[in-house]
């Protein structure tokens, strides 16, 4: 009997530039599984890393990062107008993000929607869309920051995180935000990499901060206490969670499904027949969607005793789906029955992966809160660090002007009387012994300013920066001080902006 021959591996040929030694036009045999195992990885090490997946500590992906950067760089703050969308797409795809204008736009919108975000960080001024359909054109809608974003993007020229090079290396990224709330947590996020996948369920912002500065003050806290503070999500769109085993699974180890239900109101819709109102609906649930799924039921006569499907959802009422009812049915059967058979109750399944230091790890609560914790310790000590550098610098400058403001006639006098820069520098050193950066600064300093200066109002200030210096410094020497520092921060976002919760949390049947 004949044996096999085991089949070598293809190859293929593939033409390179030619190297040292090498003549121009050389063909180099390469193997074609090692190739192609290479290139996927590479592929897949850029999808994870720069699309799919956010990063833990201020819970964006690079698209939505790099939105919120420029725009703060081209000071689309929340007290100036809005500009065009397509402005805002165009500068990002130019210096920061360079794909698909669609893929920016999406993510600008998503950012600016109420039924998606918890906490938008993008204000919208004109047709962003529904859940039922997609937003206008990005020539007709404007934009502008949030003011929830500045607390994302605020302190991120005090040194208080790392640049890189953007795509061409002609400008500088942040390559993660300050991001003064535990973003991650509160507006949730979805992506999908390669080999692994990301779903974070929204928070109520005042609960999220809760746990957050119980955590700082507890470190050792236990996922029970820390679920009294944070007991579940909280969805922008409303509904009730159906139990908490889920959400206590997805806590404990990041992965965790739990259902979500409608909210209804059974109410006489006429004057003879009663019905079911539908006021709030699972989230990334359409009304649309609803009624086309119960209309199939009825025709198909999987669900008895609806006459009738009315749809008044509108942008200012919010959802408001009316179900008449047969006479002689129960609505409490009827309303069983659309639980399980439409997406009025809707599974959510919690998918916690993001990136820590670089690396996709799935995150329970109290590591995704720790991260974050540690984030924001940073950037406090590095934003104290420069601040405190910075009231150095300016209290130098004003002990000189303070030097030389004693007799600001002689200064003028040796200023006018000097031969060149030079030569006025070394005068003002030697006979008002100050350094060289002190006479330089003088020297810069238009006449007309120099002689208006005030003794006082310079002594003031002198007096202010040593206050200030001494504070930082403080500070920078007691890490329990700057852990107070972060929490007070935190409290300050939630008087701002936390709102009452808004999904509530029944039981499992």
Not at 261 to 266: G, K, L, S, Y
């Amino acid at each position: 009997m004949a044996t096999k021959k085991t089949a070598a591996p293809k190859k293929s040929t593939k033409v390179h530039g030619p190297k040292p030694g090498e003549f121009p036009g050389k063909i180099v045999d390469i193997d074609v599984s090692s190739e192609m195992s290479e290139s996927f990885l590479e592929y897949a090490y850029s999808v994870i890393y720069s699309r799919a997946l956010p990063d833990a500590r201020d819970g964006l992906k690079p698209v939505h990062r790099r939105i919120l950067h420029q725009m703060s760089d081209m000071g689309l703050r929340p007290d100036r107008g809005h500009v065009k969308s397509a402005r805002v797409v165009g500068e990002v795809m130019g210096k920061l993000h360079p794909h698909g204008d669609g893929a920016i736009y999406d993510a600008l919108v998503r950012m600016a929607q109420s039924f998606s975000m918890q906490l938008p960080l993008i204000d919208g001024h004109g047709n962003f869309g529904s859940l039922d359909a997609g937003p206008a054109a990005m020539r007709y809608t404007e934009a502008r920051l949030a003011p929830s974003a500045i607390s994302m993007v605020a302190e991120a020229d005090e040194n208080t995180v790392d640049f890189g090079p953007n795509y061409d290396g002609q400008l500088a990224e942040p390559l993660v935000l300050p991001a003064a709330f535990p973003n991650l947590l509160v507006n949730g996020g979805s992506g999908i990499a390669v080999g692994m996948a990301t779903n974070m369920a929204p928070h109520n912002l005042g609960e999220v901060i809760a746990a957050t500065k119980y955590l700082i003050e507890n470190p050792k806290a236990t996922l029970n206490q820390l679920m009294k503070h944070l007991p579940a999500p909280d969805f922008p769109t409303g509904g009730e969670i159906v139990g908490l085993d889920g959400v206590r699974e997805a806590y404990a180890t990041g992965k965790g499904s739990f259902k979500v239900r409608a909210t209804t109101e059974i109410s006489k819709v006429t004057s003879r027949k009663m019905g079911i109102v539908i006021k709030e609906l699972p989230f990334n649930i359409g009304p649309e969607k609803v009624v086309e799924r119960i209309a199939e039921l009825v025709k198909a006569k999987k669900i008895q005793g609806i006459s009738d499907i009315v749809d008044l959802t509108d942008g200012q009422t919010g959802t408001n789906v009316v179900i008449e009812l047969k006479n002689g049915f129960e609505p409490e059967d009827v309303l069983e029955k659309l639980y399980k058979l439409t997406p009025m109750e809707d599974a959510f399944a919690i998918n916690a992966v993001a990136l820590v230091r670089g690396k996709p790890q799935t995150l329970g609560l109290k590591e995704l809160l720790q991260v974050f914790i540690d984030h924001r310790i940073e950037v406090v000590r590095r934003r104290s660090q420069f601040r405190k550098a910075k009231a150095e610098d300016r209290l130098l400058l004003v002990d000189g002007l303070l030097k030389a403001i004693i007799d600001i006639d002689k200064v003028i006098k040796i200023i006018r009387g000097s031969d060149d820069a030079a030569a006025a520098k070394e005068k003002l050193i030697k006979d008002f012994k100050l350094n060289d950066e002190q006479a330089t600064y003088i020297l810069d300093m238009p006449l007309r300013r120099l002689t208006k200066m005030s003794k006082l109002e310079l002594e003031t200030e002198s007096k202010e920066l040593k206050a200030t210096i001494a504070a930082l410094s403080k500070l920078l020497k007691d890490d329990e001080a700057i852990r107070v520092q972060v929490s007070d921060e935190l409290s300050a976002v939630a008087k701002s902006f936390a709102i009452p919760r808004r999904t509530r949390i029944g039981k499992d049947d």
